[in-house]
């Protein structure tokens, strides 16, 4: 019996020598728990930051692409215009009736 009494305060001793140094860990955890929150804090902010400055990026980019995208489209409405008008020329020149006309101012 002495020798495992003996044994239980070896054991202890050992977990007890263990714990020692908890108490001085944990104040290292507690003093670097406001440092970490300001890193996090400040990092939260240069990120919203950053995204905030794409996002303006990105909107003055599409206003300018949407410029481009109107300026074509208007441009190529012109052109079809003018060709449908020289097709309307092409078709009123060779009708029969423009015939007939000239003709009759000969």
Do not use: C, W
Request: glycine share 4%; aromatic share 2%.
């Amino acid at each position: 019996m002495d020798v495992n009494l003996e044994r239980r305060v070896e054991i202890l001793e050992e977990t007890m020598e263990q714990l020692r140094d908890v108490p001085a860990r944990l104040s290292a955890v507690e003093s670097q728990i406001p440092q970490l929150r300001d890193e996090m804090q400040g990092g939260f902010t240069e990120l919203r930051e950053e995204m905030r400055a794409g996002y303006e990026a990105l909107r003055t980019e599409m206003r300018k692409l949407k410029a481009e995208t109107r300026a074509h489209m208007l441009v190529l409405h012109e052109e079809v215009i003018s060709r449908l008008a020289l097709l309307q020329e092409g078709i009123s020149s060779s009708s029969p009736k423009s015939d007939r006309r000239r003709r009759k101012t000969r």
